[in-house]
Every structure is written in structure tokens, then in C-alpha cells.
């Protein structure tokens, strides 16, 4: 059996007496894009940051490659893993070629300048941003910003990208772009979503969290059930055939509780 790259296992976290996060274990394989959902306060960024190294937990622990991440350097953390987080703000006077170069940092020393160069001129190719190089970050869009935080995570060569509700404040159709973006890397990725809608054309697998508690975890047709989402998002889930594409869609809805006229 080929070994989990990241592993979790029995993972809690406690702050002031209350459980953000209670008894998770999940396995995550190469290539995997892990979905992780849930209302707000269910656990989803703070389970997040337990798997990043970001935060220790209260209990449990979690391995990379075998290896216990609290034994793993934070420079040594950062040759492998690499974090793109909802508060992230880049200093807005920096050129965008400058920012993407800063996830070399990790790997200072190990490669020569023309190989790191390379590096970050393919993450900037990669992510649309070539282009834009020489302009400052506070010159750019929403979504630009958000795909040079990618570019930067990229040049990292990490194993493991994390994200934190990547698509926050951006418009639905820059949602679509963006996840569609990271699915096309080929990278392992886990991913805090808040837009359900995002969630089945990106992830190979679903976490869903609930009141601290992992309550699914498996591929979007199997974790977004019916049932559960009902019950943990009081919405309706239903999957339709597109009417002009050869694929499934997977829609949300409001239940309808008012009363009907008399």
C-alpha cells in the first residue's frame, strides 16, 4: 500500500475551553484536491491550519511522508508546503516578478540564479501573470492579486498547496477561473471553500465539517448527499444533466418554506 502523503490522525484543537476541532483523521494521496466545507465556525480553517503546521494541535498528530510535522523544521516545512491564506496582504509597493520570487526563499542557496529565475518565470507563465510582471500588486485586480499569491505558493515547488477560501471577494466568474487554474497545476491541493457551487468541479475528494466533527470524506457525488447537505446546510442539493454540455451539474437551492397562498 503506497503511503499518504499527508496524514492526519486524531487531530484536536482547543481554545478557551471550547473544541474548534474534535477527533479528525483523513489521509490525503499525491495529487489529490481536497475540498474541505462546512458552515462558518465548523472548523474548516483552523483544521487547515493544524495540517499546514500552522497551528499545533491540542492533540493527534499529523505526518508528511511518514514523518511527524512537529518534528520537521519550519524552514525545512517550507521546502514541501506552501500556504495561501484568506489575510494575506503583500506589500502593495512590491513589482509582481519581486513577490513571486520571495517563494524561492525556502530554497535559497540550492540552485543557481539563472534555474531560479526560470522558476519564477514559469509560475508567472503558468498563472496567466506574464504579462504583468513589472506592475505593482496594489495596481492589480482582485483576481490578479489572488493569482500572483498562487504564482508565489507555485515557485515554492511545494508538495502540498494549501489554500484558505481562495475565491473570497472575488465575482463568480473569477471563483470558476481560479479553481479551474489550480486544478490544471497537477498539484496535491487542500482547499477551505465557502461556495458549494465550486466545490464538485474542483475537488477529487470532500471533507465535510460540522460542529468540529469530520462528518464525510470521500468523492463530491458521495459526500454531498442529499441528506447531509440538508442537514449540515439547510440547502437542497440536486445534479442535472447541463443542457448544451456532456456533463453533470451540481446545483444549490434555498428550500422554499413559505406558505403557499390560500
Same mark, same amino acid.
Given at each position: 500500500?503506497?503511503?499518504?502523503?499527508?496524514?492526519?490522525?486524531? +487531530?484536536?484543537?482547543?481554545?478557551?475551553?471550547?473544541? #474548534?476541532?474534535? &477527533?479528525?483523521?483523513?489521509? *490525503?494521496?499525491?495529487?489529490?484536491?481536497?475540498?474541505?466545507? $462546512?458552515?462558518?465556525?465548523?472548523?474548516?480553517?483552523?483544521?487547515?491550519?493544524?495540517?499546514?503546521? %500552522?497551528?499545533?494541535?491540542?492533540? $493527534?498528530?499529523?505526518?508528511? $511522508?511518514?514523518?511527524?510535522? !512537529?518534528?520537521?523544521?519550519?524552514? @525545512?516545512?517550507?521546502?514541501? %508546503?506552501?500556504?495561501?491564506?484568506?489575510?494575506? /496582504?503583500?506589500?502593495?509597493?512590491?513589482?509582481? *516578478? !519581486?513577490?513571486?520570487?520571495?517563494?524561492?526563499?525556502?530554497?535559497?542557496?540550492?540552485?543557481?540564479?539563472?534555474?531560479?529565475? !526560470? *522558476?519564477?518565470?514559469?509560475?508567472?507563465?503558468?498563472?496567466?501573470? +506574464?504579462? #504583468?510582471?513589472?506592475?505593482? *500588486?496594489?495596481?492589480?485586480?482582485?483576481?490578479?492579486?489572488?493569482?500572483? /499569491?498562487?504564482?508565489?505558493?507555485?515557485? /515554492? @515547488?511545494?508538495?502540498?498547496?494549501?489554500?484558505? @477560501?481562495?475565491?473570497?471577494? #472575488?465575482?463568480?466568474?473569477?471563483?470558476?477561473?481560479?479553481?479551474?487554474?489550480?486544478?490544471?497545476? $497537477? %498539484?496535491?491541493?487542500?482547499?477551505?471553500?465557502?461556495?458549494? &457551487? +465550486?466545490?464538485?468541479?474542483? &475537488?477529487?475528494?470532500? &471533507?465535510? %465539517?460540522?460542529?468540529?466533527?469530520?462528518?464525510?470524506?470521500?468523492?463530491?457525488?458521495?459526500? +454531498?448527499? /442529499?441528506?447531509?447537505?440538508?442537514?449540515?446546510?439547510?440547502?437542497?442539493?440536486?445534479?442535472?444533466?447541463?443542457?448544451?454540455?456532456?456533463?453533470?451539474?451540481?446545483?444549490? !437551492?434555498?428550500?422554499?418554506?413559505?406558505?403557499?397562498?390560500?
Amino acid at each position: 500500500m503506497t503511503m499518504p502523503l499527508l496524514e492526519a490522525r486524531d +487531530l484536536v484543537a482547543v481554545a478557551n475551553g471550547r473544541n #474548534l476541532v474534535h &477527533a479528525v483523521s483523513l489521509s *490525503i494521496a499525491t495529487g489529490d484536491r481536497l475540498a474541505i466545507i $462546512g458552515p462558518n465556525g465548523a472548523g474548516k480553517t483552523t483544521l487547515l491550519r493544524m495540517l499546514s503546521g %500552522m497551528l499545533r494541535p491540542s492533540s $493527534g498528530e499529523v505526518k508528511l $511522508g511518514g514523518r511527524r510535522l !512537529d518534528r520537521i523544521s519550519t524552514a @525545512e516545512r517550507a521546502l514541501h %508546503m506552501a500556504v495561501v491564506g484568506q489575510t494575506d /496582504q503583500p506589500d502593495p509597493r512590491l513589482a509582481v *516578478i !519581486d513577490y513571486v520570487e520571495l517563494g524561492r526563499v525556502p530554497h535559497a542557496g540550492l540552485r543557481r540564479g539563472s534555474e531560479e529565475r !526560470d *522558476i519564477v518565470v514559469d509560475a508567472l507563465r503558468r498563472t496567466g501573470l +506574464l504579462p #504583468l510582471l513589472h506592475r505593482t *500588486i496594489g495596481s492589480l485586480s482582485g483576481g490578479e492579486r489572488q493569482r500572483a /499569491q498562487l504564482a508565489r505558493a507555485i515557485a /515554492q @515547488e511545494p508538495k502540498v498547496l494549501f489554500l484558505d @477560501e481562495p475565491t473570497n471577494h #472575488l465575482d463568480p466568474r473569477a471563483r470558476g477561473e481560479l479553481l479551474e487554474l489550480v486544478a490544471g497545476f $497537477g %498539484m496535491t491541493v487542500i482547499a477551505v471553500l465557502h461556495d458549494l &457551487a +465550486l466545490v464538485a468541479p474542483f &475537488a477529487t475528494r470532500v &471533507a465535510v %465539517m460540522n460542529e468540529a466533527r469530520l462528518h464525510a470524506l470521500a468523492a463530491p457525488r458521495e459526500a +454531498l448527499t /442529499q441528506q447531509l447537505i440538508r442537514e449540515i446546510f439547510g440547502v437542497d442539493v440536486f445534479r442535472l444533466r447541463h443542457p448544451t454540455e456532456d456533463r453533470e451539474l451540481t446545483v444549490f !437551492d434555498v428550500p422554499n418554506r413559505a406558505a403557499p397562498p390560500s
